[in-house]
């Protein structure tokens, strides 16, 4: 099983992310959660302490890796480099475990316009082609809106783009977008988790802009999550309702 979950910030991707991959440990499964968020704060909703996420470095961020896998030198960085790096090791290598899930946290590229050529962004690229077209692991990745990361081959062989969204029109955009960016990378169905819904009111306003066959399931705002948040705690440990109701997007996710 792999799975790619996109949204903007603030809206609780991290946490489905988060609940779906202890949910799955929780049966046995051999997991990897993939943080490639710039914001990355998977590791703490999974159940890591702040300081043993303090001493885990992003794989973007390790210059001296990205430059022996690559190729790339201080002469020839950003010029000359393989596009192809060997990365089949780095998993085992560089994911801490917690809690049943092994945590990759693999930063991100900063990147304008149309992106990036450059050795982090090709170290980076061929593992999470190598996570989801060769790794055997149920693969639960916590991304930003874009989907940068991933190439046409490798986002075609992903099980399910999941957008949390939140009950508002921005929410609903950011949706779209994700549906065109994923069509360009030939995948033509993109689910979506309505998260913080507080009411019928929400519900039906979801319902009402989002296609039926696309709607996953429905979290309710509960405040024991944020809680968690502030108290550097998994919501899985803390938040049995939100807990729940991702089991049962879970369930609709095996059943397809």
Do not use: W
């Not at 009402?208 to 399931?217: V, W």
């Amino acid at each position: 099983m792999k799975i790619a979950i996109t949204g903007k910030g603030g809206v609780g991707k991290t946490t489905v992310a988060a609940i779906l991959a202890r949910l799955y440990a929780d049966e046995g499964r051999r997991v990897l959660a993939a943080d490639v968020d710039p914001d990355a704060n998977l590791g703490m909703a999974l159940g890591f302490t702040a300081e043993e996420m303090a001493d885990i470095i992003p794989i973007s961020k390790m210059r001296e890796l990205i430059a022996e896998r690559t190729g790339a030198s201080n002469e020839t960085y950003g010029k000359f480099f393989r596009i192809n790096p060997k990365v089949d090791d780095l998993p085992d290598k560089l994911a801490k475990e917690k809690n049943g899930v092994k945590l990759l946290l693999l930063g991100t590229v900063e990147t304008g316009g149309s992106g990036c050529v450059c050795p982090e962004h090709a170290l980076l690229r061929q593992l999470i082609s190598h996570l989801i077209i060769r790794r055997d692991d149920v693969v639960i990745m916590d991304m930003e809106a874009g989907l940068e990361h991933l190439g046409r081959g490798t986002a075609g062989e992903m099980d399910q783009f999941i957008v949390v969204i939140e009950p508002g029109e921005r929410s609903v955009q950011t949706y779209h977008q994700v549906v065109r960016l994923a069509k360009d990378l030939g995948v033509k169905k993109v689910r979506v988790v309505a998260n913080k819904v507080r009411n019928a009111e929400d519900e039906a306003f979801v319902r009402s802009r989002i296609p039926e066959d696309a709607l996953l399931g429905v979290v309710h705002y509960e405040g024991d999550v944020q809680e968690a948040d502030r108290a550097g705690k998994s919501p899985y440990d803390t938040s049995k309702r939100t807990v729940e109701e991702i089991r049962a997007i879970k369930a609709r996710i095996d059943s397809e």
